[in-house]
Nanobody, 123 residues
Framework: QVQVVESGGGSVQAGESLRLSCAAS????????MAWFRQGPGKEREAVAT???????WHTDSVKGRFTISQGDSWKTMYLQMNTLKPDATAMYYC?????????????????WGQGTQVTVSP
């Protein structure tokens, strides 16, 4: 079993920055994908960024150049640095994990989820 815990959300003004953290513990495979998803009010859950244990990353087009996903000291931790935040980034942000040979953008692909951390961006 794998446990996933996020932290780092909060309320900021547009243009400010936040850094989200995610830590996976338990039986985390060395071939593992970790991802950030977000779900805004009345919206579907969408993939924001993914990082594979080998270091390969992906970012959705709407955040490229402003958000950066990275790994920590091991593949069991990751971060999402969010700069120049806009009000449309307001959402619950979730960390997800799954042992795999590559990452997916589909929520159902991921086996383990955190409880989420709220990000609110005011105009």
């Amino acid at each position: 079993q794998v446990q996933v815990v996020e932290s780092g959300g909060g309320s900021v003004q547009a243009g400010e920055s936040l850094r989200l953290s995610c830590a996976a513990s338990g039986a985390v495979s060395s071939s593992n994908c970790m991802a950030w998803f977000r779900q805004g009010p009345g919206k579907e859950r969408e993939a924001v960024a993914t990082v594979y244990s080998g270091g390969t990353t992906w970012h959705t087009d709407s955040v490229k150049g402003r958000f950066t996903i990275s790994q920590g000291d091991s593949w069991k931790t990751m971060y999402l640095q969010m700069n120049t935040l806009k009000p449309d980034a307001t959402a619950m942000y979730y960390c997800a994990s799954r042992a795999a040979l590559s990452c997916s953008l589909t929520p159902n692909f991921y086996m383990f989820w955190g409880q989420g951390t709220q990000v609110t961006v005011s105009p």
